[in-house]
């Protein structure tokens, strides 16, 4: 806890608009909740926050990229399968989909992963990813 008070979970909004700015009032707000709470954010919310930020804002790989590994080093914040998102960074760093990144991140612990998306395995197989790829 931080001064005091419960964590709180946050939804994607609140971290897009202290990140895009776009509605500097709401920002603000934003930014005051962060600052004076304790924060767990789901490994959903950083999904769909790259997406956002990728679709919405047009914004660069570069860009997402220093966003969500900030985002993993403040310290008042709790992230979900933190090191599952550590290893999505790192490869989606190397030019995989975040998405397909933290999929593969996430089942580590399974013995395979199968998929229809070749691009997916190759692009997998070519980063030495620790798990059995195998193409559905």
Not at 11 to 38: E, G, M, S
Request: glycine fraction near 2%; charged fraction near 25%; proline fraction near 1%.
């Amino acid at each position: 806890m931080l001064n005091g008070e419960e964590m709180i979970a946050i939804d994607t909004n609140i971290l897009v608009r202290i990140v895009t700015n776009d509605d500097p009032v709401q920002a603000q707000r934003a930014t005051n909740i962060l600052q004076n709470h304790a924060v767990f954010i789901s490994k959903t919310v950083l999904l769909e926050l790259e997406w956002v930020l990728r679709f919405s804002y047009a914004l660069e790989r570069t860009i997402i990229l220093s966003t969500l590994q900030k985002i993993l080093t403040t310290d008042n914040f709790t992230i979900e399968q933190n090191s599952a998102i550590e290893q999505s960074l790192q490869w989606y760093e190397k030019g995989m989909d975040f998405a397909d990144a933290l999929h593969l991140a996430s089942s580590l612990h399974a013995e395979k992963f199968v998929s229809f998306d070749k691009k997916l395995i190759k692009k997998a197989t070519r980063l030495k990813v620790e798990l059995a790829l195998l193409e559905a």
